[in-house]
Nanobody, 124 residues
Framework: QVQFVESGGGLVQPGGSLRLSCAAS????????VGWFRQAPGKEREGVAS????????RYVDAVKGRFTISRDNAKNTVYLQMDSLQPEDSGVYYC?????????????????WGQGTQVTVSS
């Protein structure tokens, strides 16, 4: 089955760090821009960051700029999200999905397949 597989979530104290991984199952990520998205309880899913096919362009929502870093390793068919200085408002289920590049609304809109997500909880 073609899908994304997210991992790396967990419980962390405010100010802590986590590194999320997004692996592609049964397809190659090389041809796609990819984004990270999150959904907090009772809220709509929102785009957090995206990265271009070759990694030369990145995009971040204002709330995470300077704290989160998206990267990719096409040889490993994996996209990462390094999250530093985590705050309680960063809590939620994090997903990855394809995007149509990094610019404009398309840069933070997921299309196609979605994984099961990975839970991130920031709490003392």
């Amino acid at each position: 089955q073609v899908q994304f597989v997210e991992s790396g979530g967990g419980l962390v104290q405010p100010g802590g760090s986590l590194r999320l991984s997004c692996a592609a199952s049964r397809f190659t990520l090389d041809y796609f821009a990819v984004g990270w998205f999150r959904q907090a309880p009772g809220k709509e899913r929102e785009g957090v960051a995206s990265i271009s096919i070759n990694g030369d362009e990145t995009r971040y929502v204002d709330a995470v700029k300077g704290r989160f870093t998206i990267s990719r390793d096409n040889a490993k068919n994996t996209v990462y999200l390094q999250m530093d200085s985590l705050q309680p408002e960063d809590s939620g289920v994090y997903y990855c999905a394809r995007t149509l590049g990094t610019r404009g609304p398309d840069g933070l809109t997921g299309i196609g397949y979605w994984g099961q997500g990975t839970q991130v909880t920031v709490s003392s």
